[in-house]
C-alpha cells in the first residue's frame, strides 16, 4: 500500500513541477533550479566557514552548488523525470521513508551564499520534503562571503550577517542597505540587542503567515518580495496588530495596501509633476457626468501653531488664501499641535469625520501617520507636504525652492567685495544639495571667483556668527516663509549684507507662495485635470507655476536688478533650466555633463556639491537633535541613518 501512495505521490509532484517550468518558461525565467557554480564560479574551490548544524527555511534553498541533475528538478526542487526513471524510484523511496514512522533524518548538506542555500548533497531530500509541505529541513552549512563588498548587495548582506548574530533568523534577506535597520525600528529593537529563542520563534510563526497571504496575491509578480512589504505593512501596523491577525485579515489588510507595494518596490515608480495640467477641454455634458465634485471640504493638518512656527504660519495663511480664492468651491479647516503621531492620527480622524474630502499635512515628519490614515480612510485624498515619495495612496507635494536660489546667488555674487558668500544650508534633505548648488552657480555668473562658504543651521546655532568670523559679508539664511514682504526686512531673513559694525542690510529672497500650491492642486481637482490614480505622484512645482515668489530690496543695485528680473521672468514662463551647464562637484566628478538636463528626480536626490562649495553635507550624527526628525524622513542620506528604538 505504501509503494502504490508512494509512486501516486511522485506523479502529483511531478504535474505539480511540469506545470511550474510551463509557468517560468512563459514569463522567460529559468525553469531549473540555480546554480551556485554560476553565479560564483569559485564556489568549488573555497571552503568558506562551517556553521554549527542548524533548521533552515525550506524556500530559502533554491538551487544546486553544481548543474549536475538539476535537469531533473523544476526551480522549487519538484521532480520532473520520467515515473519509470531510476530517479523516480529513489524519490519514491525517500517518500516512503518520509511517510514511515522513522521519516527522513539525516541532514542536507549545502552551501549558503548571500543568504541563499544551494544543495551539494541531499537534492532528492529536498525534493521530497517541500512537496510534502516542510517549512524548514536540516542541514549542514558551509558559509561563502562575497568577493566583492562595496556593492550594494554586498554591503545589504554583511547587515545580515549582524543581523543573524543577534536573531538567528534566516527567513528574511534584505537586498538594500539600511533595511534591516529599519525592521528592527518598526520593531523597537536596537542593533546589538540579542534576541531570546521565543522572540525569534515568534517572528519568524508571524512573518511565515505574513508572506503565504503575501505569495497567495504575489504569486505571478517575481518582482516583489514579501520582506519589503512587511516594512511598509509595518509603518501601518504594529507588529503585535500583525500578530494577533488572522491569515484572511492579513490577506485584506495586504489588498488595502497593495498599490503601494507595487510603488514602493519599484525604483522608478515616481511620477514627478512640474507644473499643474491645464484644465481638459470637455464638454458641458462630459463636466456633467465626469464626477467631479463641485464644492471640497479641505482640512489642513499642522504641527506646532502659527504663533511658535513660521512653517505653520506659511501653511495656515496658504489655507485662509485657498478659502479666498475659491470661495464657494471649497470649505476649508485647519487643525493645528499634531506633534506626536497619536495627536496628527486623531486630528486627522477629526477632519475626516468632519467631512474632509482632502487632507494636506503639512510636514514630512506626518507621513507615516498620514499614510496610515489613507488606508484607513481610502474616500479621502491624502496629500503630504514632502518630496520623492513613493506611495500612490499618499500624493507628494513641495517647491522648486532651488530656482529662487539662483537668483538670490547670481545678487550675492555681485555684491560680494571679497569673493566670500556665506550659505546658511538648514537640512540635509532632499532638494537643499540642489538649492545650494543652484545659489552657487548663480553666484558664479556674476563673480566667476565667488566661494560659497556653507554653514548648517542643522548642526550649529548661530551660523551667521561663525561666517561673520570668517570675513563674510554677504549671506544667505533662512527663505521668506509667506508672501508677507515685511520678512525681508527682518533680521536673518533671505540674502543680506553685513556692514563694519554689524548691522544687516537684506537684499532679496525666494518667497513661498503656499496658497498659490493648494489652490493649483484644488483646482485642477475640481476640474478634473488630476484625476485618483494608482501611481506615485510628487508635485513639485516652481515659478512658472506662481508657487515660488522672489522679494527684492531696492537696495539691489540697478544693473544687478535687471539681470535678476530678466531671469526670474525667463523661469515664469519656464524656459530657463538652471542646471543645463556643466557642473563639476567637490570631488572632481560630473554633477551635469551639460548636454543631457537632469531629471527631476536627479535634481530632487542630487547629494554632491558643486567645486564653488565650501563645506559638506553633514552626517546625521552632526545633527542638533531638533533635526533629526526631519533627517529621517527627508534626508539626503536617509539610508544611513541608523534606526529609531523604544527605550
Request: aromatic share 10%.
Amino acid at each position: 500500500m505504501i509503494q502504490v501512495n508512494s509512486k501516486e505521490e511522485y506523479l502529483k509532484a511531478q504535474s505539480l513541477g511540469l506545470k511550474e517550468k510551463r509557468d517560468l518558461e512563459s514569463h522567460g525565467c529559468s525553469p531549473y533550479p540555480a546554480v551556485l557554480e554560476e553565479i560564483f564560479p569559485q564556489a568549488v574551490h573555497t571552503s568558506g566557514t562551517a556553521l554549527p548544524p542548524v533548521e533552515i527555511p525550506a524556500d530559502r534553498i533554491i538551487g544546486t552548488v553544481s548543474a549536475g541533475r538539476t535537469g531533473v528538478f523544476s526551480a522549487s526542487f519538484l521532480p520532473l523525470a520520467d515515473a519509470n526513471s531510476e530517479f523516480s524510484a529513489k524519490w519514491i523511496a525517500l517518500c516512503e521513508a518520509h511517510l514511515s514512522d522513522t521519516g527522513i533524518r539525516d541532514p542536507i548538506e549545502c552551501i549558503e551564499y548571500l543568504g541563499d542555500f544551494y544543495v551539494s548533497e541531499g537534492n532528492k531530500r529536498v525534493s521530497v520534503l517541500r512537496y510534502f509541505g516542510a517549512v524548514r529541513i536540516p542541514a549542514k552549512v558551509r558559509r561563502l562571503l562575497p568577493a566583492e563588498k562595496d556593492s550594494p548587495r554586498a554591503v545589504a548582506y554583511y547587515e545580515f550577517l549582524d543581523f543573524y548574530k543577534t536573531t538567528h533568523i534566516y527567513d528574511i534577506q534584505f537586498t538594500v542597505p539600511g533595511e534591516y535597520a529599519k525592521l528592527l525600528s518598526l520593531l523597537g529593537k536596537k542593533t546589538n540587542d540579542e534576541w531570546s529563542e521565543r522572540e525569534t520563534k515568534r517572528f519568524i510563526s508571524v512573518f511565515s503567515c505574513f508572506k503565504d497571504a503575501f505569495t497567495s496575491l504575489s504569486s505571478k509578480d517575481h518582482s516583489l518580495k514579501a520582506e519589503n512589504a512587511l516594512l511598509l505593512f509595518l509603518k501601518v501596523y504594529t507588529f503585535d496588530e500583525l500578530a494577533g491577525m488572522a491569515p484572511q485579515e492579513i490577506k485584506k489588510a495586504l489588498i488595502s495596501l497593495w498599490q503601494d507595494i507595487k510603488t514602493t518596490s519599484e525604483s522608478e515608480a515616481i511620477t514627478v509633476q512640474t507644473a499643474p495640467d491645464e484644465e481638459k477641454k470637455k464638454s458641458v455634458i462630459s463636466k456633467l457626468i465626469s464626477g467631479a465634485p463641485r464644492k471640497l471640504i479641505v482640512a489642513f493638518i499642522c504641527q506646532s501653531d502659527t504663533e511658535r512656527s513660521t512653517w505653520t504660519r506659511g501653511h495656515a495663511e496658504g489655507a485662509a488664501y485657498l478659502a479666498n480664492a475659491l470661495g464657494d468651491s471649497v470649505s476649508v479647516k485647519t487643525y493645528f499641535n499634531a506633534d506626536a503621531a497619536k495627536d496628527a492620527e486623531m486630528l486627522i480622524n477629526d477632519a475626516v469625520a468632519d467631512g474632509a474630502d482632502l487632507v494636506f499635512t503639512t510636514t514630512p515628519q506626518l507621513l507615516d501617520v498620514t499614510l496610515k490614515s489613507a488606508v484607513k480612510h481610502p474616500k479621502t485624498r491624502f496629500y503630504n507636504c514632502s518630496a520623492c515619495q513613493p506611495f500612490s495612496s499618499v500624493k507628494s507635494y513641495y517647491c522648486r525652492i532651488y530656482e529662487g536660489k539662483f537668483i538670490t546667488g547670481l545678487i550675492a555674487g555681485a555684491l560680494t567685495d571679497n569673493d566670500l558668500v556665506g550659505y546658511v544650508g538648514s537640512y540635509p534633505i532632499m532638494g537643499v544639495p540642489a538649492s545650494i548648488n543652484a545659489f552657487a552657480l548663480g553666484a558664479r555668473m556674476t563673480n566667476p571667483r565667488a566661494r560659497i562658504l556653507l554653514e548648517w543651521s542643522a548642526t550649529e546655532y548661530d551660523c551667521v556668527k561663525k561666517l561673520r568670523e570668517k570675513g563674510v559679508k554677504v549671506i544667505s539664511n533662512r527663505d521668506i516663509p509667506t508672501p508677507d514682504v515685511n520678512y525681508l526686512n527682518r533680521n536673518y531673513y533671505g540674502t543680506f549684507t553685513i556692514d563694519d559694525e554689524g548691522g544687516l542690510t537684506p537684499v532679496a529672497s525666494p518667497v513661498w507662495m503656499w496658497g498659490k500650491l493648494y489652490e493649483n492642486i484644488i483646482r485642477s481637482i475640481l476640474t478634473n485635470s488630476i484625476e485618483r490614480n494608482e501611481h506615485a505622484v510628487n508635485y513639485w512645482w516652481g515659478m512658472d507655476s506662481g508657487v515660488i515668489d522672489i522679494a527684492l530690496s531696492d537696495l539691489v543695485p540697478k544693473g544687478v536688478r535687471m539681470l535678476a528680473d530678466i531671469l526670474i521672468d525667463r523661469l515664469k514662463k519656464g524656459d530657463l533650466d538652471v542646471f543645463a551647464q556643466k557642473i563639476t562637484a567637490q570631488d572632481g566628478s560630473l554633477i551635469s555633463d551639460g548636454t543631457v538636463p537632469l531629471s527631476s528626480l536627479e535634481i530632487l536626490k542630487m547629494d554632491k556639491l558643486m567645486d564653488a562649495v565650501e563645506g559638506h553635507i553633514p552626517e546625521f550624527d552632526e545633527l542638533l537633535p531638533f533635526s533629526r526628525g526631519l533627517v529621517r524622513a527627508l534626508g539626503v542620506y536617509r539610508e544611513r541613518i541608523p534606526p529609531v528604538t523604544e527605550m
